[in-house]
């Protein structure tokens, strides 16, 4: 009997179809030597990453973890600011310099050499200065001495003579014998006072020594600079503006100490040129500035009179692209970050102006920015 087949070419088609789903589902095996291990086929997608258009994708959980913060900058009138170098002067009404009047040697003082740093009162005796003679001088100084002596024991037996004859003697010899004894006797306190006596060097204010360049037994010059002394809550800056136009158009200054801004006070300008350029002196009473030391280096900023539009920005929200361009962050979703290319001028410091590249309601990173600008 003849087999009748009863498949049709749409069931042939549905029985291959299967087959191929079935040899998907089934696992595959490398050959020896080509298979990879347990990594996984594709890059985990959820991570921080650097997208094509050159923005940030951060999730919340990456968000919290590097302590992200953003802030809502809006468009104000700033002050036009302008930042100078200058350094810390010590207050000439609270500060001084102790130097000898005469050259010799140091001795300590009753309490010792001061150090750096200690604490000091005014008119307390920091070192003795013996002073230094030549051997001619000082053997002159010596007969000197010698011949006051003789004169004065002369002096004095012919005085006691005076006295004994004072019946028949007048009383204008024996006044006269008397002046001589005493005038020889001050001659002689006078010489040998001058090769025993030592200088004293006192403090002329209360302070803090700031540096020493003595020790014991060490021999100095006159006018040789041995002790600094300051006030550490009375300190001075002086900027140097090379605009003259500057110093009558000051609102106001400030002085960066970390991440503090330290509002200074200006005292005046001077009238004579330093190195093509005006000093200008600004007066610090900040117990900040406790950490400062005289003749350091430091930033001025100075405000102008003038206003400009502007944002105000942090400076740390300011980071370099592989451009070497200034950018900041700014949150464009609530996991997507965008690098803004800005032009800023300084303004106290601790902020600067962002005079281009950002607008009213843009979210800035201010903290964590470093780390959102080393995504890959």
Same mark, same amino acid.
């Given at each position: 009997?003849?087999?009748?087949?009863?498949?049709?070419?749409?069931?042939?088609?549905?029985?291959?179809?299967?087959?191929?789903?079935?040899?998907?589902?089934?696992?595959?095996?490398?050959?020896?030597?080509?298979?990879?291990?347990?990594?996984?086929?594709?890059?985990?997608?959820?991570?921080?990453?650097?997208?094509?258009?050159?923005?940030?994708?951060?999730?919340?959980?990456?968000?919290?973890?590097?302590?992200?913060?953003?802030?809502?900058?809006?468009?104000?009138?700033?002050?036009?600011?302008?930042?100078?170098?200058?350094?810390?002067?010590?207050?000439?009404?609270?500060?001084?310099?102790?130097?000898?009047?005469?050259?010799?040697?140091?001795?300590?003082?009753?309490?010792?050499?001061?150090?750096?740093?200690?604490?000091?009162?005014?008119?307390?005796?920091?070192?003795?200065?013996?002073?230094?003679?030549?051997?001619?001088?000082?053997?002159?100084?010596?007969?000197?001495?010698?011949?006051?002596?003789?004169?004065?024991?002369?002096?004095?037996?012919?005085?006691?003579?005076?006295?004994?004859?004072?019946?028949?003697?007048?009383?204008?010899e024996v006044e006269a014998a008397e002046s001589d004894v005493?005038?020889?006797?001050?001659?002689?306190?006078?010489?040998?006072?001058?090769?025993?006596?030592?200088?004293?060097?006192?403090?002329?204010?209360?302070?803090?020594?700031?540096?020493?360049?003595?020790?014991?037994?060490? %021999?100095? !010059?006159? +006018?040789?600079?041995?002790?600094?002394?300051?006030?550490? /809550?009375? &300190? #001075?800056?002086? $900027? @140097?503006?090379?605009?003259?136009?500057?110093?009558?158009?000051?609102?106001?200054?400030?002085?960066? %100490?970390? !991440?503090? +801004?330290?509002?200074?006070?200006?005292?005046?300008?001077? /009238?004579? &040129? #330093?190195?093509? $350029? @005006?000093?200008?002196?600004?007066?610090?009473?900040?117990?900040?500035?406790?950490?400062?030391?005289?003749?350091?280096?430091?930033?001025?900023?100075?405000?102008?009179?003038?206003?400009?539009?502007?944002?105000?920005?942090?400076?740390?929200?300011?980071?370099?692209?592989?451009?070497?361009?200034?950018?900041?962050?700014?949150?464009?979703?609530?996991?997507?970050?965008?690098?803004?290319?800005?032009?800023?001028?300084?303004?106290?410091?601790?902020?600067?102006?962002?005079i281009s590249g950002l607008k009213s309601g843009d979210r800035?990173?201010?903290?964590?920015?470093?780390?959102?600008?080393?995504?890959?």
């Amino acid at each position: 009997m003849k087999k009748i087949n009863t498949f049709k070419p749409h069931h042939l088609m549905a029985m291959a179809a299967a087959l191929t789903l079935a040899g998907a589902a089934l696992p595959t095996y490398a050959g020896e030597g080509h298979d990879h291990g347990a990594a996984p086929a594709m890059a985990n997608t959820n991570g921080p990453q650097r997208m094509a258009d050159g923005s940030v994708f951060l999730p919340k959980p990456a968000q919290h973890q590097l302590n992200v913060r953003t802030l809502v900058v809006e468009t104000s009138e700033l002050p036009r600011a302008f930042e100078l170098n200058g350094r810390v002067l010590m207050d000439p009404n609270a500060g001084g310099k102790v130097q000898p009047i005469n050259a010799g040697r140091i001795e300590p003082g009753p309490n010792g050499l001061p150090n750096a740093g200690q604490t000091v009162n005014k008119g307390q005796v920091l070192a003795y200065v013996v002073p230094a003679f030549a051997p001619l001088e000082r053997a002159g100084q010596l007969t000197q001495l010698a011949e006051f002596r003789a004169a004065k024991a002369l002096a004095e037996k012919r005085l006691a003579r005076l006295r004994e004859l004072s019946d028949t003697v007048p009383r204008k010899e024996v006044e006269a014998a008397e002046s001589d004894v005493l005038s020889l006797t001050e001659r002689m306190s006078a010489v040998g006072g001058g090769l025993s006596s030592k200088e004293a060097l006192v403090a002329p204010v209360s302070g803090v020594i700031a540096s020493a360049h003595v020790v014991a037994g060490q %021999v100095v !010059d006159k +006018r040789e600079l041995i002790f600094e002394i300051v006030d550490p /809550r009375r &300190l #001075r800056i002086e $900027a @140097l503006a090379f605009d003259s136009a500057l110093t009558n158009n000051i609102g106001s200054a400030s002085l960066a %100490v970390g !991440d503090q +801004r330290t509002p200074l006070v200006f005292m005046g300008a001077a /009238r004579s &040129l #330093r190195e093509q $350029a @005006l000093p200008l002196n600004f007066q610090v009473q900040s117990p900040e500035l406790l950490g400062l030391a005289v003749g350091q280096p430091v930033k001025v900023y100075v405000q102008s009179k003038q206003k400009t539009q502007g944002i105000a920005v942090p400076q740390s929200a300011l980071m370099k692209n592989a451009a070497n361009q200034n950018v900041v962050w700014v949150k464009s979703a609530a996991e997507q970050f965008e690098p803004r290319t800005v032009t800023f001028e300084p303004l106290d410091g601790a902020r600067v102006t962002v005079i281009s590249g950002l607008k009213s309601g843009d979210r800035v990173a201010i903290q964590g920015a470093t780390l959102i600008n080393q995504v890959r």
